[in-house]
């Protein structure tokens, strides 16, 4: 796949490298030390950082801002943006803000739904779907173009990308659905929490049958458990979200001031694992609060140091 | 029809409470098949109403009736001999009913009984569920004959979002998800290729963010 902006994360796919992207929640304030610590943690061990946007429907320190932070620290912000949130006209404001920045990721999201979070009373917008924000960025960059149809001046260059579901269902679909997202444009993903590698590997066996993977760069999502109390709540209260019952009985045979390590244990392994698997480009590891852990997972996958691009 | 739920008798009450002569008007039509507005309903809130006045020790009167329809002029001049004798009528109609009686008589106050809450259909008694929200740009022949505006939490013209489990929604386990209703419509139907076609941006100005809407037929009007 051919360069198409200057997204340094684009171009360590691109080189064939095995690509590695975190994340970092924004605080529910405004002190920008919440991001620039956490950021500070993991720089030197990942190529690009995704902050998301009101994750989990509770109000926070907004994306943009935040990817801005990192910008000003030299690092490569992913953008995470909602449709939950902002009509069409906002999400195309949003996306000049943070071209005018230089960000050059996105991450298109639909958002979870409002009722999880601080406003569960609130509208939800759902102008666009998280398809369609996919095509409203191309659309964009590729024809610098607003959708209105009038010219974009210095229109954005980002890389484009959406996230994958292999465990939510009907998982039928689930390999049409990311062929769906192809066709709208989508040029990376980063997937939900793998836990169930077996049915991942199904998911990337369809993945491959279609060729999609030659379409595609697909970043595996991993997030380390820090006990088995998170591993029962992601199971039991996480829609969308595959914790098999061996995952839950290991942390739960472990004992508890070993747990955490135990976690480390098995994202490492399952890294390790996925690296085998053909399509997979990367890893994108989501240390929900605990991105101290990050540089361990990446050093003991052997993911590190990273490749240097200009 | 139009799917209403009745209002807490507190709040009904607590519109009342500077009034003295009060008209309970119910609608034959949607709030009757609901069990929100119809002929029993107006009974029973009367009487409550009345109850209520006498425990408080308050001379109120409380009259019941019920039209054909709320929503039409013609119905609605039933009560223009009568209207003058109340200083409140509490309408069981829907919204549009409860409106369209204020146009018609601007002059006495006209109070909601029921909440209006979406068009629907009976699943069962006391079961009414969502299927159309009238966006006004029908798009039910690509979705299987399921809506995404309506049913799907999130609008989605192209999901499921990944919080679909086991055939249920994120927000609820008791809500169908709407994209596995449209898959196995699709399936059923030998159709399920249809589902990689992409839904493109939607016109939403036919629906409520264009304003309020107005459907104008030259060929049928006199």
Request: glycine share 8%; with cysteine.
């Amino acid at each position: 796949m051919s360069v198409k902006t200057p997204s340094k994360l684009e171009k360590i796919l691109s080189e064939g490298h095995l690509a590695v992207t975190s994340e970092c929640g924004p605080p529910r304030g405004s002190d920008p030390e919440a991001i620039t610590k956490k950021a500070e943690l993991i720089k030197d061990h990942v190529d690009a950082i995704n902050i998301t946007d009101n994750q989990t429907s509770v109000t926070r320190l907004c994306s943009l801002a935040a990817c801005i932070r990192l910008k000003l620290m030299g690092l490569e912000p992913v953008l995470q943006m909602v449709t939950r949130d902002r009509n069409r006209i906002a999400l195309q404001s949003d996306i000049l803000g943070a071209a005018s920045f230089d960000i050059h990721n996105i991450l298109c999201l639909s958002g979870d739904h409002q009722s999880f979070g601080d406003c569960a009373q609130g509208q939800n917008v759902h102008d666009l779907d998280s398809m369609q924000l996919i095509q409203t960025v191309r659309h964009m960059r590729d024809e610098g173009k607003f959708l209105g149809g009038d010219e974009i001046k210095r229109p954005p260059q980002m890389f484009v990308g959406a996230a994958a579901n292999p465990f939510a269902d009907p998982f039928e679909i689930r390999v049409p659905r990311l062929a769906k997202k192809i066709a709208a444009g989508v040029e990376f993903i980063q997937t939900q929490c793998i836990y169930n590698l077996d049915k991942f590997e199904a998911w990337m066996q369809g993945v491959r049958d279609r060729g999609l993977h030659e379409k595609v760069y697909i970043l595996a999502g991993l997030t380390p458990m820090k006990n088995v109390g998170m591993a029962r709540y992601m199971k039991k209260r996480v829609p969308g979200m595959d914790v098999p019952d061996e995952i839950v009985e290991r942390l739960a045979g472990t004992p508890k001031e070993k747990q955490a390590e135990e976690g480390i244990k098995i994202c490492i392994e399952s890294i390790e694992r996925l690296k085998q698997v053909e399509g997979v480009a990367g890893f994108h590891i989501m240390a929900i609060e605990w991105e101290e852990k990050v540089p361990q997972i990446v050093e003991s996958a052997g993911l590190y140091p990273r490749p240097k691009v200009d | 029809m139009i799917v209403a739920d009745k209002k807490p008798l507190e709040e009904i009450i607590g519109y009342l409470k500077s009034h003295k002569s009060i008209l309970i008007l119910g609608c034959n039509e949607c709030v009757t098949v609901c069990e929100a507005g119809g002929q029993k309903e107006v009974q029973v809130l009367a009487s409550a109403l009345r109850m209520n006045a006498l425990k408080e020790g308050n001379n109120v009167k409380i009259d019941e009736l019920t039209l054909e329809r709320q929503c039409d002029h013609e119905y609605l001049e039933e009560i223009r001999d009568v209207i003058d004798q109340y200083d409140a009528v509490v309408s069981l109609a829907c919204g549009v009913g409860v409106q369209f009686t204020a146009e018609q008589y601007p002059s006495v106050m006209i109070y909601p009984g029921v909440n209006t809450c979406f068009m629907g259909a009976t699943e069962k008694r006391g079961l009414w569920t969502e299927r159309c929200q009238g966006c006004g740009q029908c798009i039910l022949a690509t979705t299987g004959s399921v809506c995404p505006v309506a049913r799907c939490a999130k609008r989605l013209f192209n999901g499921p979002c990944g919080g679909s489990t086991a055939g249920k929604c994120e927000i609820n386990a008791e809500v169908d998800c709407a994209w596995q209703l449209i898959v196995d419509r699709l399936k059923a139907l030998d159709k399920l290729d249809q589902y990689e076609t992409l839904c493109p941006i939607k016109d939403w100005s036919t629906d409520r963010a264009g304003g309020p809407r107005k459907v104008v037929r030259e060929d049928v009007q006199q």
